[in-house]
């Protein structure tokens, strides 16, 4: 067991204000007791202390939506309308290069740029879900695959009922491993039918997994499906029976008012996805209404194709910067609500805020510290919450804990998982973007 | 003189590809000679060799609206509608503490912020200028500092004759100082008369100074402008003979396509500040219409009251981020003019292109260098020019040259201003926080 000492303590459990003079106890993979630093000495006098002076002790992040394997793409495709970039860059690109190698690859790069970050958990769509789970077992990140469905073939599986088997049998092979966990992942209503729409939430209910998937990006979506279906792509899923508590709208950039509410009254949750939905200029999602009317509101960075880099101080900073100003409401989503979006209010996203999401008994111990110290971009800390959410930076994170193991040890990971690191490294620079060039 | 020998050369001078085997020849304060490095070391034998492996040499950052001193009131006033911010925690913050002192120590903490992540030259209005001026000498930076005029009294002096006279005797005690500048900084419309903004004008013309304004930040200014006035505000500031190739329009958040057109025409400058418009809900500069017309458009990151952070890697981003989603243009402001407006363009709006924003020869020796090397975050770079703009990170800066001496050597502020700065930051953290907190 250990008892790990920080500065300040901000589990996120209750209080906004963050606590001195208090330890976590760590036992195998979670959390057996928080509270006064002398009483679990006290208690737990064979515990092996782990001071962390001028640092603050809170929940690792959890990025509700990515595609790890696209960081291999990071700057292969900008400054491009969202037809020409999906059509004419991404779509060629993978279907020259998607193949296994490149989604592990790219993953451990997603992987370790996030873990280093203070991202614990992330929340992946892609084709070789596997092959991201590898890369997550291997950098030490805790991970949410998808069991992918989308009707057309690719060098995955040559449609969604290829798909999901290979999908479900990957979900069997790491059945064991405690920081694996599986969404059932329809890509998007404009490319994925009805009866796999249901099939999937179905399978849903059956294996207790939420739901990933697209929705209301973009307006040409909306108008599409109401021409295609008579309805809005919504208004579809709800009669497919999709849209409940298990659901994850990601983008949302079109969702109307009574979309909104329905969702709130389903307890349903907004993945937004701030940098991608401006830089594809998608449009505004209506966060401050979201919130306003009750819709659980979380942050994802998207993969690194359309945003380019898997940073979620920044991410969940700008989508309160930017729910301001699309509301023209300075008070909406404040600095504490942006630190929840990160962490209790992702976990409950995903279904897991019994067991993620807080330091608190009982818990995982997936934790992040960060580094209140020595550095003008620091100082001062008016408000520690304020700090965190609106001038929080990647660079601050000191050691991240993943299950109760150390992952980031003083900026680097650790043992196996840093030479990995360095090896995807040179083989981007020297194998990928070679190929990449030569799709271009 | 000495030789610095980057990996790549990214001079901002002509052309958007990075240059290997490039060196760049700096004597004293200026760069005496650019090109490659097997002639430089035979022209010039004697001149000592930096190498930058791995690393990217580019012309220093401009921030073309800072308030230095309000570094210390970072954190204090978030989350509040623009009229609580300032009128009862802005300004009654102001008032009870903004002294010589408060703007010397406030103005230590964001030079330093700024020259370790890339940011060379500030262009800063605010009260007592000289200190201002102090801390950036002391730090190491460039300082465009303001001679601040606003109608009411405040501790730096009983009204615009004051401000004048007294920042006018700081203009002369720095008068020998290669890296202090001067603007003229009226305020705004909505604080300054007729006359005082005649007076600057004229004091523009007459010492050769670009004009510092904020205008347009807010709805309620344009409409109560109008009220008071019978004109818009930027109307009535034209008809004073302000709008002319000096003139840095900052925020800009509510300027029409005439008025957009009749700044494109006389060769003013847009000064984008989107982290403060969206934080205080003031609204979306129409920087991509901006663009399209010919406004010369550069980035401020504005106070830290008002942002919270100091970073023009993340400012800029953000700029063509937002200018891309509000246009609904995927392909406005791209990666290469994003880097011009923090460079070249921005040296243009200060009236100085013929000798900062460029890496070239009799240019000031104001250059940053940015490690590529060793870090997930920075993997695979498809493109070395996206990567700066679209994942560019303060983090990554390495060295920095301001007026050819090294002022950021490895990450760090170099002898003296290391230690000022960590005593600040000890400031910061026993006396400036007690007394922020003390008045709130």
Redesign the interface.
């Known amino acids: 067991m250990q008892l790990i000492c920080p500065q300040w303590l901000l589990s996120m459990a209750d209080s906004e204000a963050p606590l001195e003079n208090q330890a976590v106890l760590i036992d195998q993979e979670r959390i057996k007791a928080v509270g006064p630093r002398s009483e679990l000495e006290h208690l737990y006098p064979n515990a092996k202390i782990m001071e962390l002076p001028n640092q603050v002790l809170m929940p690792g992040l959890i990025n509700t939506h990515t595609h790890a394997a696209m960081?291999?793409?990071?700057?292969?495709a900008?400054?491009?309308?969202?037809h020409d970039?999906l059509q004419n860059r991404i779509w060629p690109l993978e279907g020259a290069l998607a193949d296994d190698e490149f989604v592990f690859d790219g993953s451990?790069?997603?992987a370790?740029?996030m873990l280093?970050?203070g991202i614990t958990t992330f929340n992946d769509m892609y084709f070789f879900p596997e092959q991201t789970v590898r890369a997550a077992l291997a950098v030490g990140s805790r991970v949410f695959a998808g069991i992918i469905a989308i009707e057309f073939p690719t060098r995955y599986g040559n449609g969604p009922d290829d798909y999901i088997k290979k999908s479900l049998a990957a979900r069997d092979e790491f059945a064991g491993e405690s920081t694996v966990h599986w969404t059932v992942a329809p890509h998007a209503p404009y490319t994925v039918s009805d009866d796999t729409f249901k099939r999937l939430g179905l399978l849903a209910e059956e294996l207790d997994l939420q739901i990933h998937c697209h929705l209301h990006e973009t307006a040409s979506e909306v108008t599409d499906g109401i021409s295609r279906d008579g309805l809005r792509p919504f208004q579809r899923l709800d009669k497919l029976g999709l849209i409940n508590e298990r659901f994850l709208a990601v983008h949302g950039v079109h969702l109307n008012t009574s979309e909104l509410e329905i969702m709130a009254q389903k307890g349903c949750t907004l993945v937004h996805c701030p940098?991608s939905?401006?830089?594809?200029?998608?449009?505004?999602a209506p966060t401050a209404q979201a919130l306003d009317l009750g819709v659980r509101v979380t942050v994802g960075t998207d993969g690194a194709a359309s945003?380019?880099?898997?940073?979620l101080w920044?991410e969940a900073r700008?989508g309160s910067?930017?729910s301001?100003?699309y509301?023209?409401?300075?008070?909406?989503w404040?600095?504490w609500k942006v630190l929840k979006s990160m962490t209790v209010d992702a976990a409950a996203a995903l279904g897991k805020d019994h067991e993620l999401g807080m330091v608190k008994s009982g818990y995982f111990a997936d934790m992040i510290s960060i580094e209140i110290n020595?550095?003008?971009?620091?100082?001062?800390?008016?408000?520690l919450v304020?700090?965190l959410a609106?001038?929080g930076?990647?660079?601050d994170i000191v050691n991240v804990w993943v299950a109760g193991k150390l992952v980031v040890d003083t900026q680097q990971l650790v043992g196996k998982a840093a030479d990995l690191?360095?090896q995807?490294?040179r083989k981007?620079?020297r194998v990928?973007?070679t190929r990449?060039?030569q799709v271009s």
Chains 1, 2 share one sequence.
Do not use: C, M
């Open positions: 960081n291999l793409l990071r700057g292969a900008d400054d491009l309308a969202l970039w451990v790069l997603a370790s740029e280093k970050g940098s939905n401006l830089k594809l200029a998608s449009g505004f945003n380019n880099k898997l940073d920044d700008l910067l930017l301001k100003g509301a023209g409401n300075a008070t909406a404040p600095a020595d550095k003008a971009h620091q100082w001062p800390i008016n408000n304020s700090k609106y001038s930076h990647s660079r690191e360095a995807t490294i981007a620079h990928w973007q990449i060039e």
